[in-house]
């Protein structure tokens, strides 16, 4: 019987000692994984440390190239707004003074009118071709403005979207961060 008291505490003792030896085990994988988890937030900030130097450092050319964007932006946007104004239609003749005139005059005044209808077409027509074209024009030189500022943003790692531009023009911590989460 007493063997196996004995046999009995022996197995006891070693069933705890397992355990203690469990829990010591479980604290230090949670000490591990704390200490891997300050080991990312740091490596995290230096990360960010040096996304704000560069940022810092980039500011000038940043600024730059977010105000040429900008404003090819506002000529792109104003030029889609305009419209063509015709040339000045000549005035048709005055029914009550053609009243006035021989049937022979009046048919002349009808004639007059309607040759200088057709000419004011023609002038209008060529006026409207040379200002399309001239629009055309204008939207493609802003057109590659905009995008060459783009471009250039994009070689500075600023992404093309509104809160890549918005950190990347005020160097902020926080906005920064929140392009890296992304």
């Given amino acids: 019987m ?10 006891i003792a ?15 994988q949670r000490q591990q994984q704390a200490e891997r988890q300050r080991a990312a937030a740091a490596q995290r900030q230096r990360q960010l440390n040096a996304l704000v130097s560069r940022c810092r450092d980039q500011q ?4 730059r190239q977010l105000e040429e964007l900008q404003r ?3 000529e792109l946007a104003k030029l889609k707004e305009q ?3 015709p040339l000045a239609r000549p005035a048709a003749p005055n029914p009550e003074l053609l009243e006035r005139f021989t049937r022979d005059d009046q048919e002349l005044e009808l004639e007059r009118y309607e040759q200088a209808l ?5 002038r209008d027509r060529a006026e409207r071709r ?11 030189r802003s057109a590659a403005r905009q995008q060459q500022a783009k471009k250039a943003l994009l070689a500075q790692g600023v992404a ?4 890549a531009r918005a950190a990347w023009s005020s160097c902020e911590p926080q906005q920064l961060s929140a392009l890296t989460l992304l």
Wanted: hydrophobic share 35%; charged share 20%.
């Fill in 2 to 11: 007493q063997q196996r008291r004995a046999t009995t505490s022996l197995v």
């Fill in 14 to 28: 070693a069933a705890m000692a397992l355990a203690l030896l469990g829990c010591n085990g479980a604290e230090r």
């Fill in 60 to 63: 000038p050319a940043v600024q």
């Fill in 72 to 74: 090819s932006n506002r």
């Fill in 83 to 85: 419209t063509y104004t």
């Fill in 118 to 122: 057709g000419a004011w077409r023609s």
């Fill in 130 to 140: 040379y200002w399309e074209g001239e629009q055309e024009a204008r939207r493609q």
């Fill in 160 to 163: 093309d979207t509104p809160a």
